[in-house]
């Protein structure tokens, strides 16, 4: 894609309300390693200001802040649009907490927040937020390539483009993306339909708030009258429709409902589908892409995941390279950041080559989750045609000391590591087992055992 890659969700998900430094920032990093996009401010008199500029659909609100009760912001907040907020308190005072829940906030957290007590507070409220749009007329919503997207020149990225445009040649071409966290995956998807150029749309569905019967018609569509009827109107178009000659993103796909899960690899098995209380098919041609948001083997392992419809996507499997693999590109990157932000702002700000170097240098956890959100909070913080400087205190996680060597390894088990290991040595020793069990360090014995437990797990998954 052009430097004109969309960067319209400078938008924040998530505001953190929060006068403790420290404990915003903590926040605010786990916020972006789910792919959220996060900031973070200090008084109820900013996070008014922010709320009427960007507009939140979460905030994250301490109580005790130095100009005033967060209870009695409660409810402005939501005069101002919020959708949804979770108080994160230091103390459980059990008359304060009464009022939060009558002022309306979605949940209430004591300090110290754990990371997955926090996630799944912010998780469930953004599903339910999603929930409520989903009837209406503007879901599920186009998909378009943005910041994720750009064609990257580093070697990483130029393997990732060629994928994309072999998988894109089939018609359809149904597609699995993997990933870490930060990676912007949708974006992928989005540029697969791109090279695919087809003829309809490319719309995305959030799986994670998708359940129930409605949630199975709105996949395949209903019928008005009673079952066996003759002649009978439609009454929900389905998503497959929707996608007719496109592709139907799944973000998120472990958390579809079973049923659904089985149907659309039905679907993708015979191209039909039938509709609620329909007594013929309907055929749609569609590419459908899952988005997985967990490793592989721990959705098939908890039965998250459809195992036919995993085989069925995984034939093209996409897996999307961190940004430390992709480390020629970040200046790249972040140029077109900055260009996007002009744009929105209106005005002219660039990048200095101290910046450029630190952009560079630095890990990236969040991968372009992060570098986004860093740059973002970079521009606030630089006048109008001034160039943006380098600041050591954007990167806090760059003094974890976390070699660039294991950093594609984050967020996978460790069996999991293990076989990409055993299974790359192999391949550099020619498929030499003696050897590949010598340079590992272990006995040919422990090396046959390995590989055959391999084997034995796709034997397992496929017949069950």
């Known amino acids: 894609m052009s430097k004109s890659a969309d960067y319209s969700d400078v938008a924040l998900d998530i505001l953190v309300v929060e006068d403790d430094t420290d404990t915003a920032s903590a926040l605010q990093r786990v916020l972006e390693r789910a792919d959220y996009t996060a900031d973070h401010v200090s008084c109820l008199s900013e996070a008014m200001e922010r709320v009427r500029t960007q507009s939140p659909a979460i905030v994250l609100l301490d109580l005790s802040l130095p100009d005033g009760d967060g209870v009695d912001a409660i409810k402005e907040l939501k005069a101002s649009g919020v959708e949804k907020i979770i108080v994160v308190s230091g103390t459980d005072d059990a008359e304060r907490t009464r009022k939060c829940l009558r002022a309306g906030v979605f949940d209430f957290l004591v300090k110290p927040v754990q990371s997955r007590e926090l996630m799944l507070a912010v998780r469930r409220a953004d599903s339910l937020r999603h929930q409520s749009t989903v009837t209406s007329r503007e879901y599920p919503p186009e998909l378009r390539p943005g910041f994720g997207a750009l064609e990257g020149r580093s070697a990483a990225s130029q393997k990732l483009i060629k994928l994309l445009r072999q998988v894109a040649r089939a018609t359809p071409s149904h597609a699995l993306i993997t990933g870490q966290p930060g990676v912007l995956k949708a974006d992928i998807a989005a540029l697969l339909h791109h090279y695919g150029e087809r003829q309809g749309r490319a719309i995305i569905v959030n799986c994670a708030s998708e359940s129930g019967q409605q949630a199975v018609d709105r996949f395949f569509g209903s019928h008005d009258g009673r079952p066996g009827d003759v002649g009978t109107a439609a009454r929900t178009e389905s998503y497959l429709k929707k996608a007719d000659g496109g592709t139907l993103v799944l973000d998120d796909v472990s958390s579809l409902p079973m049923e659904i899960q089985r149907r659309l690899d039905n679907f993708i098995t015979t191209g039909e589908v039938l509709a609620g209380s329909a007594l013929t098919p309907d055929r749609y041609q569609c590419s459908v892409v899952g988005i997985l948001r967990e490793p592989v083997a721990e959705a098939l392992s908890g039965n998250r995941l459809y195992d036919s419809l995993y085989f069925s996507l995984a034939s093209n499997t996409i897996h999307v390279p961190p940004l430390v693999e992709r ?132 034997s397992n998954i496929a017949t069950v």
């Not at 290991?421 to 550099?428: E, M, N, R, S, V």
Request: charge should be negative.
């Open 327 to 458: 480390r020629e590109d970040i200046a790249y990157f972040a140029r077109c950041a900055v260009d996007q932000l002009n744009k929105v702002f209106d005005t002219e700000k660039s990048l200095s080559q101290g910046m450029i170097e630190q952009l560079s240098a630095h890990y990236w956890p969040g991968n372009q989750v992060e570098l986004k959100n860093a740059l973002l909070t970079a521009y606030r913080l630089t006048e109008a045609g001034d160039e943006i400087a380098a600041d050591p205190s954007l990167f806090v996680e760059s003094e974890t000391g976390v070699n660039d060597l294991i950093a594609p390894f984050i967020g996978q088990t460790f069996r999991e590591v293990e076989k990409q290991l055993i299974l790359a040595t192999l391949d550099a020793n020619d498929n030499n087992k003696s050897q590949t069990a010598k340079v590992l360090g272990i006995s040919l014995k422990t090396l046959y055992n390995r590989l055959n437990s391999y084997e034995e797990q796709l």
